[in-house]
């Protein structure tokens, strides 16, 4: 079993930048891949970025160049850094594992979520 609670969230005018977390509890974090995924309203669940144990990462077209994503598997977090925020990235947030050393970019591979931490890009 695996705990996530996602924090950091805002509200931010475009071009600024924000940086969200996301906490695990339970055992053997560095044997989950871990994702960030986001949700518009009206939309469907998109793939963002994943990072597996061995830090091989991977971005979607729409964020890569502007967001970083990293993990710190002693403290059991997951941070997606963002820069040069759009009115595109506004949507909710969401943390993600899967209990495999694999990362991949389809949400339904992904078993432990967190609540979501809203972002929102407005001038």
């Known amino acids: 079993q695996m705990q996530l609670v996602e924090s950091g969230g805002g509200s931010v005018q475009p071009g600024d930048s924000l940086r969200i977390s996301c906490a695990a509890s339970g055992r053997s974090f560095k044997m989950h891949a871990m994702a960030w995924f986001r949700q518009a309203p009206g939309k469907e669940r998109e793939f963002v970025a994943s990072?597996?144990?061995?830090?091989?990462?991977s971005y979607s077209d729409s964020v890569k160049g502007r967001f970083t994503i990293s993990r710190d598997n002693s403290k059991q977090t997951t941070d997606l850094q963002m820069h040069d925020l759009k009115p595109e990235d506004t949507a909710v947030y969401y943390c993600?594992?899967?209990?495999?050393?694999?990362?991949?970019?389809?949400?339904?591979?992904?078993?432990?979520w967190g609540q979501g931490t809203q972002v929102t890009v407005s001038s």
């Open positions: 993600a594992a899967r209990p495999d050393l694999v990362a991949t970019t389809a949400w339904r591979d992904y078993v432990y």
């Open positions: 990072i597996n144990s061995s830090l091989i990462i």
